[in-house]
C-alpha cells in the first residue's frame, strides 16, 4: 500500500480557519480536508465546493417514486383487479394522491440518506481515520497531503496563519 | 461497563464521521431537503390518520372537518407531550442554559394557537351536525355532550380548549410549573378527545338493539400500559446513552462565522 503523509494543524475558533484557509490559498497550498465539529458556515465557499448534486439525485428518486406510485396503483386497480367501488371510476386519482405522495417521499429521502452515505464513504465499519478526535469537539482541522507540495513550507506556512498543535501523520 | 467495549460501540454507531467540511456541506443540503419533506409528511399522515374515520359512515366520524381537526390536534399533543417530558429532562439533566423561557414561551404560543384551531373544529363539528338536518348525526352530537358519556366530552372541552387560553398571560406562558400543569391537562384532553370520537360514537348505534356501555378488557388495559412502559424504556435508553442536544445545530444556526456575519 502507498504510504500516505499527512500535515495537520488546527484552531479553536471558526473565524481564524477561514482566515487561515484563505491565506494558504494564496500561497497555492493545496487543502486536503478541513474537519470541523459543526458545519462552518461560509466554508463551502471558501474552499470552492462545487454544490452538491444530492439535491438532483433526491429529485430523481422523487419522480420515479411518483412514477411507481401511480403507475402500480393504475395498474392494479384497472388491469389487474378491477373492483367495483360503487360504481365510482377505477381510475380514481384523487384516492390515488396519498399513496403517490408517499412514495415520493420514500424514494426521496432513501436516495438522499444513501446517496449521502455511499458519497461521503460513510457506514458501519466505515475505516475513515480521525487525526485528531477534538474535531468532533472544539478544534477546526486543516489537513494538507504532502504529495501537493513541499513539506517544509507546509509546516511554515501552518506556523505563520497561527495554527496550533502542526503534526505530521503517516497512514 | 468496559470502556473499550463503549468505544466500540460508539465508533461502529458514528459511521466514521470525520467532520469533513465536504460531508457537512452534503449533510446540510441533505437536511434541508429532508425536513422540506417532512412538513408536508405531517399533513399528510394525520389527513390520513383522520380519513381512517372519516370515510366510514358512522354518525359522529363522517366529518369534512377531520382532516385540519387532526392535524392541528397532532401538533397541539405533540408540543404538549413534549413540554410535559422536556421540563423534567431540562432539570433532571440540567439543560437550564440550552432551553431556556424564550423557547418555552415559543411553544406555548403553538399550543394556544393549535389549540384554539382544535377548540374551533369542535364547534364547527357541532354546528355542522346542527345545519345537516341529518337526526343521526345530530343525536351523535347531543348525546356526545349530554349523552352517558358527558364526562368525558367536557373533560376534553375544558382540557383542550379553556386551558390552554391561559398562555394568553405572558407570566403563565413563561412559566415552567404553569407550562408542565397546563401541558399535562392538554394531554388528558388529547387522550379523552380520542376517548370520546372512538367510543361516543360507537356506543350507539343505528339500531338500539346495539346499543352499549364501553368496558375495557384486561387486555386493552396490558396494552395501553404496554405503550407507556415501551416509549419510557426507549426514552430513557436514548436520555442516557445518547446527546440530548444536537449542539452542532445549534451552533451552526449562530452563524458566527459566514461572512455576512463578521463583524467588520
Redesign the interface.
Known amino acids: 500500500m502507498k504510504q500516505k503523509k499527512i500535515v495537520s494543524g488546527y484552531f479553536t475558533d ?2 481564524d ?2 482566515v487561515a484557509i484563505k491565506k494558504l490559498q494564496a500561497r497555492n497550498i493545496a487543502i486536503a ?13 471558501v ?1 470552492k ?1 462545487k ?2 448534486r ?2 438532483r439525485a ?1 429529485f430523481i428518486a422523487g419522480v420515479i417514486g411518483l412514477c411507481v406510485g401511480l403507475g402500480f396503483q393504475a395498474w392494479v386497480f384497472t388491469k389487474a383487479w378491477p373492483l367495483n367501488f360503487g360504481g365510482k371510476p377505477n381510475f380514481s386519482l384523487p384516492s390515488f394522491i ?1 399513496v403517490t ?2 412514495l415520493t ?1 420514500l424514494f ?2 432513501f436516495a ?2 444513501f446517496g ?2 455511499i ?12 487525526y485528531d478526535e477534538a ?2 469537539d472544539d478544534h477546526f482541522q486543516i489537513l494538507l497531503d504532502v504529495k501537493d507540495s513541499n513539506e517544509e513550507t507546509m509546516l511554515q506556512t501552518l506556523t505563520e496563519v497561527g495554527a496550533k498543535g502542526i503534526q505530521t501523520h503517516e497512514v | 461497563m468496559v470502556p473499550g467495549v463503549k468505544k466500540k460501540i460508539y465508533a ?2 458514528s ?16 437536511s434541508l ?2 425536513a422540506g ?1 417532512a412538513a ?2 405531517v399533513l ?1 399522515v394525520h ?2 390518520v383522520s ?1 381512517d374515520f372519516a370515510t366510514s359512515v358512522i354518525p359522529g366520524w363522517h366529518t369534512t372537518i377531520f382532516p385540519p381537526y387532526f392535524v392541528s390536534g397532532a401538533v397541539f399533543s405533540g408540543f404538549a407531550m413534549v413540554l410535559t417530558l422536556m421540563i423534567i429532562t431540562r432539570k433532571a439533566i440540567h439543560l437550564e442554559d440550552y432551553i431556556t423561557k424564550a423557547h418555552l414561551e415559543s411553544m406555548n404560543k403553538i399550543i394556544i394557537a393549535t389549540g384554539s384551531v382544535v377548540g374551533i373544529a369542535y364547534i364547527t363539528e357541532l354546528f355542522v351536525a346542527w345545519y345537516s338536518g341529518n337526526i343521526y348525526e345530530q343525536y351523535a352530537f347531543v348525546n356526545r355532550a349530554f349523552g352517558p358519556y358527558w364526562w368525558a366530552y367536557w373533560i376534553m372541552m375544558t382540557c383542550n380548549v379553556v386551558t390552554p387560553q391561559l398562555f394568553w398571560f405572558k407570566k403563565i406562558r413563561r412559566s415552567f410549573l404553569a407550562t408542565f400543569i397546563i401541558s399535562i391537562f392538554v394531554n388528558i384532553g388529547m387522550w379523552f378527545e380520542r376517548f370520546v370520537i372512538i367510543v361516543t360514537s360507537l356506543h350507539r348505534d343505528f339500531l338500539p338493539s346495539s346499543w352499549s356501555m364501553y368496558t375495557p378488557t384486561w387486555v386493552e388495559i396490558g396494552i395501553y400500559i404496554g405503550t407507556f412502559g415501551l416509549f419510557f424504556t426507549l426514552f430513557f435508553l436514548f436520555i442516557r446513552f445518547f446527546p440530548v442536544i444536537a ?3 445549534v ?2 444556526v449562530l ?5 455576512k ?2 463583524k467588520k
Open positions: 471558526d473565524k480557519l477561514i480536508d478541513v474537519r470541523t465539529p459543526f458545519p462552518v458556515h461560509g466554508l463551502d465557499t474552499l465546493f454544490r452538491s444530492l439535491p433526491g396519498p405522495f408517499e417521499v426521496t429521502a438522499l440518506v449521502f452515505l458519497r461521503s464513504k460513510l457506514g458501519p465499519g466505515s475505516d475513515a481515520v480521525l474535531v468532533t | 461502529f454507531l459511521f466514521g464521521w470525520t467532520g469533513s467540511a465536504k460531508h457537512w456541506a452534503r449533510h446540510e443540503s441533505m431537503i429532508l419533506l408536508p409528511l399528510s389527513t390520513i380519513f449542539i452542532a445545530e451552533k451552526s452563524k458566527t462565522s459566514a461572512e456575519f463578521i
